[in-house]
């Protein structure tokens, strides 16, 4: 296959059909068959400017954690900003108050931090009960108060229900069965809020109060979850869509740290830090109605050496225009239960960093296509199109055999879940 670019001043195209965005405009990138150079096929693919600012917390080349910003407008590349008193595994912005929860690396303690916006510790949980490092973390905009502010997390198959920052617990949605049926991955990667969402709950014929959440797994399938309170406890509605995001590693570090987080932008898209063991991608993904999928393009990377690099938020520069796919995807959704599980139970859920990820890609429902082309633009270089999309492989989620309900005995509910 050879490929090729109708206009290298505004995309280039390498060997491996890699596309990079170099200018605004359009060009149309070709694949051609070696073996019959009478097959072939086209593309046209669109380089547009994104008007949107990255708002984040890494650690430099020299190991250095701080704040930073990266207009991918105008910049080239990022800017530091604040130093922060404390290494980072994951972070999330408390808005309401104006104050970051970052959680630090040291292993075995992956200790909690309330951190002010001009890099200083205002508290610290100590050692968390959970006692496991909390890959990702997304501010829950809708259970959270001024007084109470709760973070929804990840770690591996696990989903921790929306909880107090500074004194975690155990309590969380186990979706290893959802993943390794439904999309054939192993774990989930990133977590994002969208706020406040209305569910209609076609099962139990009620309107519900949610929290959307959006989680990524390392089959690069995006994971929607309308989380609600429910006697104590929280029960959600769910939904999965693919992606064309390349295959990616999800190496981690080696010591049971991710490093990739994922934040919903004003603008609608969602937006991807991922770790590749050298340094942190930044990926926008954008949902496309009419496919029925997210389209994924790579901005660009924060340097080499540099990582971890979390995001926080994604600010639009100018007139904010968002997604309206949302509702549409409740239809039909699976239904879970969160439980409380055991130390032991997170425990034994480590060690997946690095999984093979050839074993998911022969599952039933796993994406057919190995390569995705993605843009790559190091400047704010954006592609609409593609030669090739992964087959979107459709389930009957209407079936009764698709829908889950997992019932919690009472006197294992947790009662910090307000009712509402």
């Not at 596309?19 to 405009?25: C, E, H």
């Amino acid at each position: 296959m050879t490929w090729t670019s109708s206009d290298e001043s505004v995309a280039t195209v390498d060997a491996k059909g890699i596309v990079t965005g170099v200018d605004v405009g359009q060009s149309v990138i070709t694949a051609t068959s070696v073996l019959d150079p009478t097959v072939s096929a086209s593309c046209v693919v669109t380089v547009e400017t994104v008007n949107s600012t990255l708002d984040g917390v890494l650690q430099d080349k020299d190991g250095n954690p701080m704040f930073f910003q990266w207009n991918l407008e105008t910049d080239k590349t990022w800017t530091g900003g604040a130093a922060i008193d404390t290494s980072l595994t994951s972070a999330t912005y408390d808005a309401k108050n104006q104050v970051m929860y970052i959680m630090d690396s040291v292993e075995d303690s992956w200790a909690m931090h309330k951190v002010s916006m001009e890099g200083e510790t205002l508290a610290n949980s100590g050692a968390n009960a959970a006692q496991v490092p909390l890959w990702d973390m997304a501010y829950s905009q809708f259970f959270s108060t001024e007084e109470a502010p709760m973070v929804g997390s990840i770690y591996n198959y696990f989903f921790l229900a929306p909880k107090n920052p500074m004194a975690l617990d155990t309590r969380a949605f186990n979706v290893s069965s959802f993943l390794s049926q439904y999309s054939g991955a192993s774990m989930l990667t990133a977590i994002a809020s969208g706020g406040y969402a209305e569910l209609y709950d076609d099962e139990d014929n009620v309107t519900r109060d949610t929290e959307l959440f959006y989680l990524l797994d390392d089959a690069g399938y995006i994971w929607t979850w309308w989380v609600y309170a429910d006697n104590g406890s929280y029960s959600a509605s769910l939904n999965f869509v693919e992606t064309d995001l390349p295959d990616l590693e999800f190496p981690g570090d080696g010591k049971d740290n991710l490093y990739c987080s994922m934040v919903l932008g004003e603008d609608g898209a969602l937006y991807l830090s991922y770790f590749t063991g050298e340094t942190n991608e930044i990926y926008r993904l954008v949902y496309d109605e009419t496919a029925e999928m997210y389209h994924a393009t790579r901005l660009g990377d924060v340097g080499d050496t540099v990582w971890p690099a979390a995001l926080y938020q994604v600010k639009a520069n100018g007139e904010n225009t968002s997604s309206a796919h949302l509702e549409a995807l409740a239809v039909n959704a699976f239904h879970a239960v969160a439980e409380t599980v055991t130390e032991e139970d997170l425990a034994a859920s480590a060690g997946r960093v690095g999984y093979n990820r050839l074993a998911q890609s022969q599952g039933p429902h796993a994406k057919t296509m190995n390569e995705a082309n993605v843009a790559e633009g190091g400047l704010n270089a954006v592609q609409t199109g593609s030669v090739q999309k992964a087959a979107h492989n459709k389930l009957p989620l209407g079936t009764s055999e698709h829908r889950h309900k997992y019932r919690l005995p009472a006197e294992d509910r947790n009662s910090d879940a307000d009712g509402r």
